[in-house]
Structure formats: structure tokens, C-alpha cells
């Protein structure tokens, strides 16, 4: 983990119509660094994630990845200007996600959701995309299902093979936007341990939006709790989850270790 | 006699024996208006859904005047109008291909809409999961957003297909020789409707539940392809 930040953002405003979901959002995540965060539902955690994926815009503010502006462009004289689509092209092979609904591509079989992009649009040849593909597979542990279709799996499988399809396409940062929460519960493990091993093996940036707050204890750096837009505290996991600062973080948590 | 076949009134049987193979010469020509027809509803109505779906106003709003116009006029009126004043623009174009493309332009305003409730109804995450892999607008829109489609897409394009089909005698009137112009005509020289008639309505009825059965059968072999119907 080096210190300089991959992502950051500077008084990042998000509004839906008239609701302001992110004021002024200031955020810095270091290269290499595992973030969870944490928060009420509604708070602004998917929209933090979604901006980062360019899935959607900002009304304010700069977000930086890797150094250069996401939403905008450098123009020759050094202003800032909306980002083209190419810009945005550019920038997205940084990052991949998996999606809570896992999102995979239902009419595709296994392999052909992990290798459809590498070969369109990393320009691998299908030998090579099938080989990785299943190298993938291999890591996610589900070697033995390439030619099932999404349907043919169970939730966890299904998570499991999202989370190879972000990482053909070898990005530097992964979002996860509550990997888990669509499944049953006695197939959350298996999908927390692919994470848990990514976190330790690889020098990913990853970011986990999480309800699991065990799980986000043992692989995280930093926890950040998110409340109505805004980092309301933020520390080492041991610090936050043991002694809080905030009285708002110590009913969250209460609330959700009730559970 | 027409097409160099004679028939027989000796008796209704001989005389129904004796025309059907003529019938057969205009129902092939009906099936071909049909499928020239239904393949141009495909296709133009494609390109409608598309521009229809362009994010620029200056795209997808002629579109939208365009489909409300083929859909709100009736078809004898397009049959016309690309009939007797297309030449007149130096376009001629032989009258079935004229009555083909009549049917195909009609039926592309309402295959259009079929296309758009399908595009609409495949989950906005399938998109999301696209743009994140950084999938281009155009591999997206074909190969995950259209498959995905299909399914909801075919049964009603099944049923246009029928419409379509019944539609064809229209060609009639800019002279193509298609199954019911046929029975008419050998009514007209023999002064027996009934039979040629009957016939037609017969060979009608045999058409559209063969076309019905084939749509079901696809609706039922794409499931099996990965698909999934739901
Ligand atoms: N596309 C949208 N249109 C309108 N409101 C939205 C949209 N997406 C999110 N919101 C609203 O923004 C707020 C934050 O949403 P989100 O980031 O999904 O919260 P979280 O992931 O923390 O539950 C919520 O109030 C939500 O209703
Ligand atoms: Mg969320």
C-alpha cells in the first residue's frame, strides 16, 4: 500500500431531482487499500460506488482515479470540461464492479460472461480470453461449471462468477456494492471468501459497501460510516467497531449486531 | 384457363380439383408478399426502434412522427401512394415489390413498438454490468440487450406475421395476382364464386394455423437455447 490516493474525491455533489444525496463528499482511498463501507440504507453508499463506475454523474465537485479527473477532462488551457465517452472509456478500464443482483448476462453460459469483454474490448484472442477465463473460474472455485448458463447456479455461484468477470478485465480498483445481500444466508460464506481472499492476496484497491460487519472487520483497513451523504466517522476497523467515536455510529452498529 | 391450366365444371368436385392447383400458383404468391413483407416489418422496424431510442430529439423524434403516420393511415392509402406516385418520382418498382414493401412499411410501425417493449422490459442492471465492462454502445445493444429481447419480442411478431398474411389480398388492387385476385378472377369467368371462394378460405385457414404452430414451436425451442423466458 503506497500513500498516494487512487480515488479521491473533492466536494463531490449527487443530486436526484431535488434530493442531494452527496454535499460536498470528501473521500481519499490509497492505492492498494481495502475500504468497507458501512451505513443506514439510503445514505449515499451505492451512489459513491456507481459515480466511481461511471454509472452515474456528478453535479459538483472532482473525483479523481489514478490521477486524473473521472467526470471531466483537462482541456489545453488546464480548465476542466464535462468528460467525453472516450474519456470515460478510458477511465472505466481502472475499475470493474459486482453488483449486488450480480447483473451476469443470463442468455451467456459461465465462460462466455467472463471472456465476452476481454475479447471485445481488451482485444484478446478467444484462446487466450478462455484461457484466463478459466484460470478465473479455477480462483472462484468454480472450475468444473464454464458451460452452465446463470440460471443453472445457485446465488452464491452465480456471485462468485461476477466476481471473475470484474476481474478479467484486470482492473486496478473493484467495487463491490453489497456482494452479498441477494443471497440466502448459508451461501454468504462462500462468496466472503473469495472476497476475503482477493483482500489478501492481490494488491486490488478494493472498496465493499457491506451489511457484513464481521466480515468487514477481518479484511478491511479502514471503515468508513456513511450517514445521509456524508462520512460521519471513519477509522481502523478495531477502532470503530470496538469503541466509536459517535454516538450516531454506536446506534448503527447496536442496530445492526441486534440483528 | 389461367396459367395454361383449363378447369373442369362437369361437376362442383371436378370443377374444385380442377382450380386448385391454380389457387396453389396465387397462394405461393401470397406466401412470398407475406414473407418479403413480414422480413421488411423486421428489419425497418429495427432501425425505427432505434432511432426512436436515439438520446437526441433531432433522431428519435421524425422517427416517432414517421411510425405514428404508418400506423394511423390505412394501408390502402400507402398501397396508393407508392403505387401511382413513386413513379412519378421516376421510382417504379413492379407491383408485388411495391404491395411487399406497402405491407413491410405499415407492419415496421407496429413491429417497432414490439421492439421497444422488449428493449424496455431487459433489467436496467443488464446495461449497468455492460458499461461497466466497457462493452461499446453498439456490441451492448446486440449482443446483450437484443437476445435478452427476443424471447418477449417473437410471440408478438408471430401474430403480425398472421396479420400480415391476411393483409395480402389487398395487393389486389395494383393488380398482383395473389390467391384471392386468382379465385376472383376464375369467378369472374365462370360465374361460380362459391367453390374458388371456399377454396381460399380454406387454404387461408390452413396457412395461419401452420404459422401459428411454428411460432409456438419457437417459443418453445428458445427457452431451450439459454434464453429464459420470464
Ligand atoms: N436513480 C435515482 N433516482 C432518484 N433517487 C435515487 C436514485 N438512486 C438513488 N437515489 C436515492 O439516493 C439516496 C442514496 O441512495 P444509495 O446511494 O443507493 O443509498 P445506499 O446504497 O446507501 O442505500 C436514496 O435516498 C435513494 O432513494
Ligand atoms: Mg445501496
Redesign the interface.
Known sequence: MSDEPIIKFDKVVKRFGDLTVLNELDFEVKKGEKVSIIGPSGSGKSTVLRIL???EDINGGVVTVGGEPLWHEKGPDGSLAPASETHL?KM??Q???V?Q?F???????VLRNIT??PV??LGLSKQEAKQRGEELLELVGLADQAQK?P?QLSGGQQQRVGIA??LA?RPNILLFDEPTSALDPELVGEVLNVIGKLAEEHDLTMLLVTHEMRFAREVSDRVCFFDQGRIREEGAPEDLFTDPNEERTREFLQAVLDN | MLFGIAWDTSSGWAFAVSILPILLIGMWVTIQATVLGFFIALVVGLVWAALKAAPLKIISWPAAVVTEFLRDTPLLIQLFFLYYVLPEFGITLPAFMTGALALGLQYSAYTSEVYRAGIEAVAKGQHEAARALNLSGGRTFSHIILPQAIPRIVPAMGNYLVSIMKDVPLLSVVTVLEMLNVARIIGDRTFNYLVPLSLVGALYLIMTLVASAGVRLLDNWLPKQGIPLK
Not at chain 1, 103 to 109: A, C, D, K, Q, R
Request: no cysteine; net charge positive.
Open positions: 463506475m461511471t454509472l472509456r472505466r478500464t475499475l470493474g464492479m453488483f443482483q447483473n451476469l448476462f443470463p442468455h451467456m453460459t465476452e469483454a471485445q474490448v448458463y440460471h468477470r470484474a478485465m
